[in-house]
Structures are given as structure tokens and as C-alpha cells.
């Protein structure tokens, strides 16, 4: 009983259509976008220089528990693209330490001998031209210099609170800058009347509304709620992007069409975006007309309790979406824990939307927790699993084993730890792929299994972590088999067959890995694969 098919049109197919062109009864409809239909391919053609503009794979609807939100209007195949989309603004993100205002260079390590500082505004860019650009040398230098007189960034490596005031302030001056752009800012969703009574309010109060109305002289172009508007904007629509130079920290974009996707904790599209903050959406998995086109800003691998609360502090709502309401996080039991009363039990929270109140019962005895105590176990064991660095295999191999008596095998903390290992079995100095045992290439891929087991439920289709991880599995698998046959403990056939499967799980991560933007970690890693892939397929046409 999902608010998607309650509202999935009539079909098209019933022949009420008519021609775009003519009004003659219609008899084919637009394979791009399922809305517009014609009486033969000729109409179709003559219509397209017109329809192309509009020919999108999805519309926005109205949909009483969502608002608006983005439908498929027709069936979308995975690796379809539903849109593109160029942030309308860009900024740093709260708290970050100093960078570049204009390409977001991390300028951490940077001396002051190398920095450029504004001739206008004195604030610290990695060069000459970044001071330049016009994002930044038209309003906002002109603002940002009445600060000059206050506030001199020195120190790099500490996070400086005017940075706060960036982002909110490029959305701001779009007003007279970009019109248009800023019609669609502020048409973003600001839930000033949830946020006013958060912690946040007083301290962008502080930090962004007094500062740009004090020292920046802005009082007379932006009211209070016209900032906090701007703030709550970003707070609740940005995305966070990775670009280049940028070291650990994230810059935020602004793509008000991404933002007309609702959330779900199971999302059924993946997007990219590039160095030009372009962003791609496409299809994970098939979509089909009438359905909705979900995002998540959640991770994927959390567990219900963790994701719900990311959602309801940052983006202020309450998810209640199926795998949300769904005890078992639709068969994942990645919240679950072991019984400590029966063998095969595994205890679950009865109402998992009441995280705080909800007793937890064993799905084979009647053993039950409280949720202050499920909660509590749950947060000590984060606290350690949180305490491992980021290479420490044994570590992670540790704790997997410390705990498989109390945790459910997928526990999403476990799942974490596995996501760790499979990429650091084969990459790490100490745990390099050549140098690995066959129990530790065993290790690697039934690590990937298990991880892959989830994913594909709560990421399932085309999505990074599925793409990283068959990349990571095809390796220890190759690696495996060549072993094994060179040893004489297989056949010729059977080691064909094992090379086969390699192929086949090398050329899906390709599929998946291609479509992420060739400058990534993650296209790179693409790359890598299409070689890996090219080189398979030659051996094994020579076998
Ligand atoms: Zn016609
Ligand atoms: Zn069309
Ligand atoms: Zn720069
Ligand atoms: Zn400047
Ligand atoms: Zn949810
Ligand atoms: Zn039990």
C-alpha cells in the first residue's frame, strides 16, 4: 500500500491520447519522457525541436505526504540518466577550516608567502585568479570587505567562524546577481518554524544573521528571516561534494531540482557530480512510471535508529519510510542482536519508529530488552568500534569476534567493519593481494559477499558500494583460481569456469564504476576495472 502506486496514472496505452501535431488519434507515444504522444514517427520528428526541452523522463506532482516530489513519467531503466543539473550555488561548509573561496583548495598547508590575499577583501585564496573570478570579485568582495578593518585570517589550520557566513551569503546575493537562480533558492524548503527552535537558531543568530547585518552593513538588503531562510536552505537542500585539492573537507552545492526528490531510506537512483558541480541522476534500479524518484540523505548502512536520528537533526523530519517502519530493515536485521536466552533468536524493537520507548522482544522466545538498555549496548559498542583506526585489520577482525555473540552477523556495525576489510585486505602495506594466504583471500571474498548481501537490499542496483566492492571481490577471486590451477588442484575446465565468474563480476563493477566521474577515486577506480575487464576477456578467448 505504497503512496506511489495510489497515485500511478492511468495508463497511456488506451488510445485517449491524441497527436502532439495534429490532434489525430495517437498511436505512438515519446520513449523519453511518456507524456506526449503522436499519430506517426513523422509528427513524432517534426515535433522534436519544440518537445526537446521538455522531454524529461520525470515530472514533479503533488503528493499529499511528500508535497512535491519527483515521479517517473514513463519506465526508467537502471543507468538511465532522469536529469543533469549545475549547482546554482556553491560554498564551504560550516566549520571547515580556511580554503579558497573560489576552487575550495584546502589552505591548511599553506604559507603565507604562497596564499593570495583579496586586494579588496583581504581573505586568503590559493591564487591570484581564484581572488578574481567573478563568483567572488563582483557582490560578495564588495561585502566581504567591510570585515577588512576586523578580521585577518591567519591561522590556517584552525576553522574561523566567518566561513559560516559564506554559503549563506552567495544564496543571499543571488537576489541581485542572478534573479532567477535566487527564485529557486528561495523557493527551498527553509522549515524556519522547526529550526527557531533548535540550538543551531542562536548560533546562526550570532555567527551569519548579526555579522552580515553588523559588520557587513546588509541590515537594509536582507531581513533576520530572510537569512535564517538562507541558512535553513542550505541546512536542508545542499549536498555535500568532494571537490579536488579540498583535502578531508566538503563544500556544499545547491541543485534545486535534486531537491524535489523525497527521501527514502532505500533510494532508487545514484547521481555523480562533476567538477563543475554538475550533477547526474540516474536510475540505480528500474523505476517505473508512476513511481517516485527517492534520494537518500542517510547512509545506507546505518541502522534505523542512526539514520533516523541523522534525518531528524539535520534535515528535521521524521522518516517512516518501509525499511524505517520494518523491524527486521527489510530482512537486513542490520539493528539486530543475538538472544541471550535461545540458540537462533535474534531480538528486534517491536516499534521501531519509537526508538526511545520501544521494547525489543527475541523473534523465538520471550526474552525481552528495553530500549534503554538495547540503546546503551549498542552505543558502547559504537564507541569502540569507533575507536579503531582506519588500518587496523586486526583490530577489526577483533572486534568482529569479540561481539558475533551479541550482534546479529549483519549488525550495521559489523557491516561497517566489513566495508573497512574488504578494502583493506589486498591494499594495505601489510595485507598486500600477492602477498595474501589463501585463507586471507577466502577472508576478503566472503567479506565482500556478506557486504554485497546487504547492499543489495538497502543500495541495491547500480550504486558505488556495489560497484567498489565486486571490484574489490574480482581480485582475491582471480588471484584464487590462478592458485589453485597452477597447483594442478583443478581442472582446465573448472578453472575456466572460475575465470567466467571472474569476467562476469569484473564487467558489472565496470558497468557500475563508469558512471562515476573518471576524476573519483571511484572512476579511477572504474578505469582500472575496464583494463582488468579488457585483459579477461583476451584470456579467456585464448583459453
Ligand atoms: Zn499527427
Ligand atoms: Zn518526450
Ligand atoms: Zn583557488
Ligand atoms: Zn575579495
Ligand atoms: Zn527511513
Ligand atoms: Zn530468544
Known amino acids: 500500500m505504497s503512496v506511489q502506486k495510489m497515485n500511478r496514472p492511468e495508463s497511456p496505452a488506451n488510445g485517449s491520447k491524441v497527436c502532439a501535431v495534429c490532434r489525430a488519434k495517437a498511436s505512438q507515444i515519446c520513449g523519453g519522457c511518456g507524456e506526449i504522444a503522436y499519430c506517426a514517427k513523422e509528427h513524432q520528428k517534426q515535433h522534436w525541436s ?190 555535500e561534494i568532494r571537490p579536488p585539492n579540498s583535502g578531508q573537507q566538503r563544500v556544499l552545492g545547491v541543485f534545486p531540482l535534486a531537491s524535489m526528490m523525497s527521501h527514502n531510506c532505500v533510494s532508487n537512483m545514484n547521481h555523480v557530480i562533476d567538477g563543475n558541480y554538475q550533477m547526474t541522476v540516474r536510475a540505480s534500479v528500474p523505476i517505473m512510471r508512476g513511481e517516485q524518484v527517492f534520494s537518500s540523505y542517510a547512509l545506507a548502512l546505518e541502522g534505523t535508529r542512526e539514520r533516523r536520528a541523522l ?109 573497512s576489510l574488504s578494502q583493506l585486505y589486498g591494499r594495505d602495506e601489510r595485507f598486500l593481494l600477492n602477498s595474501l594466504t589463501a585463507e586471507q583471500l577466502e577472508r576478503k571474498i566472503s567479506i565482500c559477499q556478506q557486504l554485497l548481501s546487504v547492499a543489495n537490499v538497502v543500495e541495491p542496483g547500480l550504486t558505488r558500494i556495489r560497484g567498489v566492492t565486486l571490484y574489490e571481490m574480482h581480485a582475491p577471486m582471480l588471484l584464487m583460481a590462478r592458485r589453485t590451477f597452477e597447483a594442478g588442484q583443478c581442472t582446465s575446465a573448472e578453472f575456466k569456469e572460475k575465470i567466467e565468474a571472474v569476467r562476469s563480476i569484473l564487467a558489472e563493477a565496470t558497468r557500475i564504476l563508469s558512471l562515476e566521474d573518471p576524476a573519483s577515486t571511484e572512476g579511477a577506480m572504474g578505469t582500472a576495472a575496464v583494463q582488468a575487464l579488457d585483459q579477461i576477456q583476451r584470456w579467456i578467448s585464448s583459453m
Not at 546554482?88 to 593570495?116: D, H, R
Not at 539535520?314 to 525499511?323: I, N, P, T, V
Not at 577489526?396 to 557491516?415: D, I, M, Q, S, Y
Open 311 to 419: 534525518l531528524r537533526q539535520s534535515k528535521l523530519f521524521e522518516c517512516d519510510c518501509a525499511r524505517c517502519s520494518d523491524p527486521t530493515e527489510c530482512s537486513t536485521y542490520l539493528s539486530a542482536l543475538r538472544c541471550q536466552k535461545c540458540p537462533t533468536g535474534f531480538v528486534l524493537p517491536i516499534r521501531p519508529l519509537e526508538e526511545k520507548e520501544t521494547p525489543w522482544q527475541c523473534t523465538q522466545c520471550s526474552y525481552k530488552l528495553t530500549a534503554v538498555v538495547v540503546n546503551r549496548v549498542v552505543d558502547k559498542l559504537k564507541e569502540e568500534f569507533e575507536a579503531i583506526g582506519p588500518n587496523e585489520v586486526e583490530k577489526f577482525e577483533g572486534f568482529l569476534k569479540r561481539h558475533a555473540a551479541l550482534v546479529h552477523p549483519n549488525h550495521f556495525l559489523f557491516t561497517s567493519a566489513r566495508q
Open 50 to 239: 519544440i518537445h526537446k526541452t521538455q522531454c524529461k523522463p520525470y515530472k514533479i506532482v503533488s503528493i499529499e505526504k511528500y508535497g512535491r516530489c519527483m515521479v517517473a513519467s514513463k519506465n526508467i531503466k537502471p543507468g538511465e540518466i532522469i536529469f543533469r543539473e549545475k549547482a546554482i550555488m556553491t560554498g564551504p561548509k560550516q566549520g571547515c577550516l580556511p580554503c579558497c573561496l573560489t576552487c575550495y583548495t584546502s589552505l591548511e598547508n599553506v604559507e603565507e608567502a604562497s596564499l593570495f590575499r583579496c586586494p579588496g577583501c583581504n581573505f586568503p585564496f590559493c591564487q591570484e585568479k581564484c581572488a578574481k573570478s567573478s563568483e567572488h570579485s563582483e557582490a560578495e568582495c564588495l561585502v566581504l570587505s567591510k570585515t577588512k578593518s576586523r578580521i585577518t585570517i591567519t591561522d590556517m589550520t584552525k576553522s574561523h567562524p566567518v566561513y559560516q557566513c559564506i554559503s549563506p551569503l552567495r544564496g543571499l546575493l543571488l537576489k541581485t546577481t542572478q534573479p532567477k537562480l535566487f527564485e529557486a533558492f528561495k523557493g527551498l524548503e527553509d522549515h524556519n518554524n522547526l529550526r527557531r527552535q533548535t540550538e543551531y537558531w542562536g548560533v546562526y543568530q550570532v555567527n551569519v544573521v548579526e555579522f552580515l547585518h553588523k559588520v557587513c552593513e546588509l541590515s537594509d538588503q536582507f531581513t533576520e528571516e530572510e537569512i535564517h531562510s538562507a541558512c535553513g536552505a542550505l541546512d536542508v537542500n545542499a549536498y
